[in-house]
T-cell receptor, first 114, second 115 residues
Framework: EDKVVQSPLSLVVHEGDTVTLNCSYEVTNFRSLLWYKQEKKAPTFLFMLTSSGIEKKSGRLSSILDKKELFSILNITATQTGDSAVYLCAVENDGSGNTGKLIFGQGTTLQVKP | DTGVSQDPRHKITKRGQNVTFRCDPISEHNRLYWYRQTLGQGPEFLTYFQNEAQLEKSRLLSDRFSAERPKGSFSTLEIQRTEQGDSAMYLC?????????????FGPGTRLLVL
């Protein structure tokens, strides 16, 4: 059965710290891995990764994918209180029918204290 | 606002009642997805439409659930004879792709509480 596992499940840091969130997966018909940020509402898109070893960056956030070891990490440097949220990792399963449905992990809840 | 919209945002109902939710995807997005999210969990896939055709349904979608997307535009998700276990956030997402990868953009969700 396809599954996506995130770790840690929760994390508390102070402003200015750097955090690394982990996502491992076992999914047939892998097409891409996506990271979303969820703040008590709908998930908002952060990154889509399709190739190993190519880092995606957006401001203080960056992410990389390892398709051989089947995992991805999301890094946040110089954390701010506004980074407090649930971070979701999802893998796009593109099996028969080419649906592109997403299989999500449980999420990592990040709390950044002032 | 040209994002994905959902209506209503919140719904409280009594067990046994029927409820219907609506999703308006980003215009020109031909792919539409419904997911369900319970507290402390990531979203779970329910069903997928490409244009007006419903091409995949999860086994989570019991026969009390039905979804439509007439004319390939907005979609509705109906739950008949609601049960307390149906309480969850129902998320809709749309994607522009016709083939190959494509990012899914989520709506604000409909939070359902079944009493």
């Amino acid at each position: 059965e396809d599954k996506v596992v995130q770790s840690p499940l929760s994390l508390v840091v102070h402003e200015g710290d750097t955090v690394t969130l982990n996502c491992s997966y076992e999914v047939t018909n892998f097409r891409s891995l996506l990271w979303y940020k969820q703040e008590k509402k709908a998930p908002t898109f952060l990154f889509m990764l399709t190739s190993s070893g190519i880092e995606k960056k957006s401001g203080r956030l960056s992410s990389i994918l390892d398709k051989k070891e089947l995992f991805s990490i999301l890094n946040i440097t110089a954390t701010q209180t506004g980074d407090s949220a649930v971070y979701l990792c999802a893998v796009e399963n593109d099996g028969s029918g080419n649906t592109g449905k997403l299989i999500f992990g449980q999420g990592t809840t990040l709390q950044v204290k002032p | 606002d040209t994002g994905v919209s959902q209506d209503p945002r919140h719904k409280i109902t009594k067990r046994g009642q029927n409820v219907t939710f609506r999703c308006d995807p980003i215009s020109e997005h031909n792919r539409l997805y419904w997911y369900r999210q319970t507290l402390g969990q990531g979203p779970e896939f329910l069903t997928y439409f490409q244009n007006e055709a419903q091409l995949e349904k999860s086994r989570l979608l019991s026969d009390r659930f039905s979804a439509e997307r007439p004319k390939g535009s907005f979609s509705t998700l109906e739950i008949q004879r609601t049960e307390q276990g149906d309480s969850a956030m129902y998320l809709c997402a749309s994607s522009p792709r016709t083939a190959g990868g494509g990012t899914q953009y989520f709506g604000p969700g409909t939070r359902l509480l079944v009493l």
